[in-house]
Nanobody
Framework: QVQLVESGGGLVQTGGSLRLSCTVS????????MGWYRQNPGKRDLVAII??????DYADSVKGRFTISRDNAKNTLYLQMNNLKPEDAATYYCAPAPAGPTWVWGKGTLVTVSS
């Protein structure tokens, strides 16, 4: 059974930075595209995606501020978030990209941005 554990969220001021991490159990990580999603509240949106080979893409709202990366040897996904804005506040989740309708989401990690 695959398990993902997100961490690194917290409270930060506008303009600050955070680095999120997601550790993944199981053997599927290195062969799959992975993404960071956020939900605040309502619909869960994909904000960054990285292919198994390391090619990254971003939602327009975070482009130039967020950087997704992965360490396949450590089965870990990262999201470096710089110049945070109040509208970035959300619960962030990692999952395969696409996640599929039957994907069981982790608990996520909460990011709060004070103005």
């Amino acid at each position: 059974q695959v398990q993902l554990v997100e961490s690194g969220g917290g409270l930060v001021q506008t303009g600050g930075s955070l680095r999120l991490s997601c550790t993944v159990s199981g053997s599927f990580f290195s062969n799959n595209a992975m993404g960071w999603y956020r939900q605040n509240p309502g619909k869960r949106d994909l904000v960054a995606i990285i292919s198994s080979g390391g090619r990254a893409d971003y939602a327009d709202s975070v482009k130039g501020r967020f950087t997704i990366s992965r360490d396949n040897a450590k089965n870990t996904l990262y999201l470096q978030m710089n110049n945070l804005k109040p509208e970035d506040a959300a619960t962030y989740y990692c999952a395969p990209a696409p996640a599929g309708p039957t994907w069981v989401w982790g608990k996520g990690t909460l990011v709060t941005v004070s103005s």
